[in-house]
């Protein structure tokens, strides 16, 4: 089967404020889907698995879905596998046993759902992942890597130039934090001056951990030199913030990304320096009218949809809210 790409842009900001003019393009898998196509489901149950229902982006996916797919007569079920590929697999597999029309996936990577998703596709359901990647069964997912990486990670590198020592917060169970992870690490590598010290989070405890690391990682770079902390989401570097606040450090750069409404308002009060802005609840709404789309007309190829990154900065937030009045909710 051919690759295709597909490319859905989603109006996120004017053009004055999107970072990039245009998204990539990313190729898809080209594997069939395993979906049902050219029917509507028995079953009219979205069932949405996720690796953290607290966590503010993917609140804002499950409002989009929910409500896209209330609105089309549908009920929502969701489960918090409060990151625990197991536990997810277990939701997934009990959808399946409901017999729902679709299962949505939020963030745990196609690879560590093997027994779900082959419980899936063996009941002919389609499943749909925010930032998990493809896989069988899959008719599409979110891209969630470059698009909002690389703004990030790009403004740290021009504050530090050259030479600089960053606290990179990590978390390698979800899949958008592995991609992300490795766009940071491709674009450091240019920077051979910059040293960069990795701590791996949890979910839950991201908060905690991010300022217990950036606690440790104080003590061994003292004020003077050109210091950063990212993180591949925010939460962990809002955790990381209190350490410094703690610590009545002053000195160093702090980036994230999704741009929650605590992260906004960090922006704002000038203790983030910068995130990057996601439409989850665009997203959410895309992930059911494409999934459905699939029930409804044959799932055809897999498809990957990138959606462009806003950068927030001290520079732009004001501007930015005016845009977008919805990110401090």
Request: proline share 5%; with cysteine.
């Given at each position: 089967m051919r690759k295709n790409r597909v490319v859905l842009a989603l109006a996120l900001a004017s053009a004055a404020l999107i970072t990039f003019t245009g998204c990539s393009v990313p190729d898809s898998t080209p594997a069939s889907s395993g979906a049902a196509g050219g029917s509507t489901?028995?079953?009219?149950?979205?069932?949405?698995?996720?690796?953290?229902?607290?966590?503010?982006?993917?609140?804002?996916?499950?409002?989009?879905?929910?409500?896209?797919?209330?609105?089309?007569?549908?009920?929502?079920?969701?489960?918090?596998?409060?990151g625990n590929a197991d536990q997810a697999n277990s939701a997934i597999t009990n959808f399946v046993n409901k017999g729902a029309g679709m299962i949505?996936?939020?963030?745990?990577?196609?690879?560590?759902?093997?027994?779900?998703?082959?419980?899936?596709?063996?009941?002919?359901?389609?499943?749909?992942?925010?930032?998990?990647?493809?896989?069988?069964?899959?008719?599409?997912?979110?891209?969630?890597?470059?698009?909002?990486?690389?703004?990030?990670?790009?403004?740290?590198?021009?504050?530090?130039?050259?030479?600089?020592?960053?606290?990179?917060?990590?978390?390698?169970?979800g899949q958008v934090c592995r991609d992300r992870e490795g766009i940071f690490d491709a674009m450091l590598k240019d920077h051979p001056g910059i040293k960069v010290t990795k701590n791996e989070v949890s979910i839950p405890g991201f908060l905690q951990d991010g300022a217990d690391y950036a606690t440790a990682w104080l003590a061994a770079n003292p004020?003077?030199?050109?210091?950063?902390?990212?993180?591949?989401?925010?939460?962990?570097?809002?955790?990381a913030i209190s350490a410094l606040k703690q610590a009545q450090r002053t000195d160093v750069l702090t980036y994230g990304i999704n741009g929650s409404s605590t992260a906004i308002k960090a922006v704002q009060d000038g203790s983030l320096t910068a995130t990057v802005y996601e439409d989850g609840v665009k997203e959410g709404e895309t992930m059911f009218s494409t999934t459905l789309a699939a029930i409804e007309n044959g799932a055809g190829e897999q498809q990957t949809i990138d959606v462009p990154g806003v950068l927030v900065t001290a520079d732009n937030i004001d501007q930015f809210l005016t845009d977008h009045p919805e990110a401090l909710q």
């Open positions: 489901p028995k079953n009219t149950l979205l069932g949405i698995v996720t690796i953290s229902a607290t966590d503010a982006n993917n609140a804002r996916v499950i409002k989009g879905a929910t409500d896209a797919a209330e609105a089309a007569g549908w009920t929502v079920e969701v489960v918090d596998a409060a949505f996936d939020l963030v745990f990577p196609t690879s560590s759902l093997g027994a779900g998703l082959a419980a899936a596709q063996g009941a002919n359901i389609p499943v749909a992942t925010w930032g998990g990647g493809l896989g069988t069964g899959v008719v599409m997912t979110t891209g969630a890597g470059a698009p909002f990486a690389e703004p990030a990670t790009q403004a740290m590198l021009d504050a530090l130039g050259d030479k600089g020592s960053v606290l990179a917060l990590t978390y390698r169970t004020e003077g030199g050109k210091l950063a902390v990212w993180g591949c989401w925010e939460d962990p570097t809002l955790g």
